[in-house]
């Protein structure tokens, strides 16, 4: 399928409610939904940022484009999500402290869900005892999202925290700036590249 420009361009205009119609009328017509999401969906909030960077749009444009894409994913995340099944492992996902993005974090949330785990948010700006607290609740894997690089350094000082209370789950992280280098330095055990590839790696990770 190729971009479906009604959908690209009303979650760049910020047009909520026509991103709901058009991504129902997709979905009903037979659309696939990673498709619609892959293709339309996430390369529209990509060219949101790249307005904003060229000062071409601002926090408010980017904000109300989030709201927007919100309400295309409400249609698609039942529908690219697993129910009924046992659990294949717990995991617990949250954007880390003083960072308010939270689509990346949710369209993993979406995968893992749909790859059969159960799967705690813990939400944007996480401090580290709620990541603590889910690892004591029995995540054996952590993931931890940052779209911004001075949001980064919070990745590093969960793996810290986590250390120094002596608890030892599997990390993995990702979002925008980060890199398989990043993951590295500071001691986590994987990257994920997108939300696709998050999956992979908890499994990964899970089974070494
Ligand atoms: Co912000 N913002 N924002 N923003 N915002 C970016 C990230 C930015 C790149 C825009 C730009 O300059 N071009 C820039 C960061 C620059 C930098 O640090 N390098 C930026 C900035 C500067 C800011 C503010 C500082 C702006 C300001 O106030 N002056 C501010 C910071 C607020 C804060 O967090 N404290 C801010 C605010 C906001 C809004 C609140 C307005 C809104 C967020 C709303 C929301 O999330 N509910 C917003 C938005 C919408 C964006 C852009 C336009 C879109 C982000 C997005 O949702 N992308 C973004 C530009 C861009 O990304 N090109 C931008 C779509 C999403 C599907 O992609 O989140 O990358 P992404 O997730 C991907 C992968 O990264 C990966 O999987 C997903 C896809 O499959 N992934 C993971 C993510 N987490 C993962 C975890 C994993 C594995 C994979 O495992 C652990």
């Not at 979905?27 to 960077?53: H, Q, T, Y």
């Not at 949330?109 to 059969?116: D, E, F, I, Q, S």
């Not at 779209?147 to 990390?171: C, F, H, N, W």
């Amino acid at each position: 399928m190729a971009v479906h420009e009604g959908i690209f361009n009303a979650i760049i205009k910020g047009k909520r409610k026509d991103v709901g119609t058009l991504v129902q009328e997709q979905v009903n017509a037979g659309a696939k939904p990673d498709e619609l999401l892959n293709e339309s969906m996430i390369p529209a909030m990509r060219e949101v940022g790249e307005r904003f960077s060229r000062n071409e749009v601002y926090v408010p444009e980017m904000l109300i484009a989030a709201r927007a894409m919100a309400a295309g994913l409400v249609i698609i995340e039942p529908l690219l999500t697993a129910k009924g099944i046992e659990p294949k492992g717990k995991v617990a996902i949250g954007t880390v402290k003083g960072d308010l993005h939270d689509i990346g974090k949710n369209l993993v949330v979406m995968m893992l869900k749909g790859a059969g785990y159960e799967v705690v948010d813990l939400g944007v700006d996480c401090p580290n005892e709620k990541y603590e607290e889910a690892v004591k609740n029995g995540a054996q894997v952590l993931l931890l999202s940052a779209l911004l690089t001075t949001t980064m350094p919070a990745m590093k000082e969960v793996v810290d925290y986590l250390r120094s209370k002596g608890l030892q789950p599997k990390i993995i992280i990702g979002g925008a700036p980060v890199t398989q280098e990043y993951a590295n330095e500071i001691g986590a055990q994987g990257y994920g590249r997108d939300a696709n590839d998050a999956v992979k790696v908890v499994e990964r990770v899970l089974a070494a």
